[in-house]
């Protein structure tokens, strides 16, 4: 065994100890959905605010490189941080280090899980955008028995998605599942340590434009009309009900960063290449962001109605025991107020609202 590969098993077990007290509890208590009833103290001083540096995450960073985010925010401070996990990112909500993130389905549902219903979707941000890419020589799901695939961190949207499929195609077992940071998947990938992964833009368009990967399975393949939630913003409730005034203005720079994506699509390309530049100190090649971008669709629709099925695919997948019971999972009441105010159409729970 290489030392490399002896590495990335050690991540990998760090990242299935750090994820073990997020996944534990699959089902939230009887405080799921309910408030904790906290008064509006109005704007506050700072909000702590989360994202991922991928192309998922564009609104995310367009509202922050283009100072969408201060400009709503008036007095407030932004203060933003990074994160390359789902599960770290979800931790932090969970700790009451962040107040607001830009997170995978999977780990919302599972920090709204662990949190008793405290931690709560707003709004959506990005769909689409998830590949399981392999090296050039495997053209058949049988050919992976053996293989080792990479996901960004266990209980993440996409290691729900690759061991979902992996038991729906008789794999589980089979195929071993390494979590990595999307930069180290696409280091091992070129360097031959693994031999694919289940990834998000821009690193499936990454490995196959720069390292020469195929694309086995696009995951809209597996979703009704090829559309599926890919990043949602969440908030700690008791912040939402502390500050309302500061969720909706972090809520009207999402819009305003989404709406000038579409009007200006060329120069958001270029601003999420600086932003993720910025925090990575590489840039993407113009071909692999223009596939990045092809793969995802901008808007704050988090695509309601998928979640129950996202909750059982955890339990199919094998990362929790039970389906998570999402009555209070979506709190899309101050989005639905700036939609109105702006005179766009008005995006309904599908039932998880929880009122």
């Given amino acids: 065994m290489s030392s490399r590969y002896r590495r990335l098993l050690s991540v990998a077990v760090a990242a299935l100890a750090l994820t073990a007290v997020l996944a534990g509890c699959s089902r939230a208590g009887n405080t799921a959905g309910q408030s904790t009833h906290a008064q509006d103290e109005g704007a506050a001083a700072e909000v702590r605010l989360g994202y991922f540096p991928n192309v998922t995450h564009a609104p995310a960073i367009i509202g922050v490189h283009k100072d969408f985010f201060t400009r ?7 203060t933003a941080q990074t994160f390359n996990s789902g599960t770290d990112e979800a931790n ?19 920090a709204f899980t662990k949190s008793g219903g405290t931690i709560q979707v707003v709004s959506g941000a990005v769909s ?14 049988a050919q992976l028995k053996g293989k080792t695939l990479a996901t960004p961190s266990k ?5 729900v998605a690759l061991k979902k499929w992996l038991s729906t195609t008789g794999l589980s077992g089979q195929v071993t599942v390494a979590n990595l940071d999307n930069p180290q998947a696409f280091d091992a990938f070129r360097n031959g340590d693994i031999d694919g992964g289940w990834l998000p833009e821009p690193w499936a368009s990454q490995l196959v434009l720069d390292a020469g990967a195929n694309v086995l399975l696009d ?10 939630p890919t990043t949602v913003v969440v908030v700690r409730t008791e912040f939402r009900q502390q500050h309302p005034a500061t969720v909706t203005a972090v809520l009207k720079a999402v819009l305003a960063a989404t709406d000038w994506a579409a009007a200006n699509p060329a120069d ?6 600086d932003g993720i530049a910025e925090l990575t100190h590489d840039r993407l090649s113009p071909a692999v962001l223009d596939r990045a971008f092809s793969e995802i669709t901008l808007g704050p629709d988090p695509d309601s109605a998928a979640y129950p099925q996202l909750a059982q695919d955890s ?16 709190d899309l009441e101050l989005l639905n107020k700036v939609l109105s105010d702006q005179h766009k159409p008005a995006i309904d729970a599908a039932g998880l609202g929880g009122k």
């Fill in 72 to 78: 709503e925010l008036g007095s407030t401070k932004l």
């Fill in 92 to 110: 932090a909500l969970l700790g009451g280090s962040l107040d607001i993130g830009f997170i995978g389905p999977g780990p919302a549902i599972n």
């Fill in 128 to 141: 689409g955008g998830a590949e399981l890419v392999v090296k050039p020589d495997i053209t058949t799901p």
């Fill in 155 to 159: 209980g993440n949207t996409q290691d």
């Fill in 219 to 228: 995951e809209k393949s597996r979703w009704p009309d090829g559309k599926f």
């Fill in 268 to 273: 958001a390309r270029t601003a999420v290449n």
């Fill in 315 to 330: 339990v199919t997948a094998g990362v929790v025991r039970t389906a998570a019971n999402l009555n209070g999972f979506l």
